[in-house]
């Protein structure tokens, strides 16, 4: 193979690998999880980081006491942030093919 066709080729190669990252982050700008508490009383939706982005609170949640409402919302959040850092996770592995997903 002379330099010219090699030069191409990684520079396919590159073409292939921005392509992907490009794919990647515009996937990770749109994730989100929801998850509700095991009561009902707590619907939550994190971003991709785990940051809040919607708390609704049912109707059931204002039969809860102070320290029941707070831990219904911190059980939500944690599912909905495993369920992200999972999707996360799966998008990261498809912009390195062969490469592990750790959970």
């Known amino acids: 193979m002379d330099g ?3 030069i191409d080729g990684y520079r396919r ?3 292939e690998i921005g392509a992907r990252a490009a794919r990647a982050r515009a996937e ?3 994730v989100e999880a929801t998850a509700s508490s095991r009561d009902g009383a ?3 939706t994190v ?3 785990g940051a809040l982005r919607r708390l609704v609170l049912t109707e059931r949640a204002e039969t809860l006491s102070r320290g029941q409402l ?3 919302v911190l059980e939500a959040a944690a599912e909905a942030g495993a369920q992200a850092r999972r999707r996360v ?3 990261s592995a498809a912009l390195a093919p062969g490469a592990e997903v750790s959970r």
């Open 4 to 6: 010219h066709a090699w």
């Open 13 to 15: 190669r590159l073409d």
């Open 28 to 30: 990770l700008e749109t």
């Open 42 to 44: 707590v619907t939550v």
């Open 47 to 49: 971003g991709a980081g």
């Open 70 to 72: 707070a831990a219904a």
């Open 89 to 91: 996770g799966e998008i």
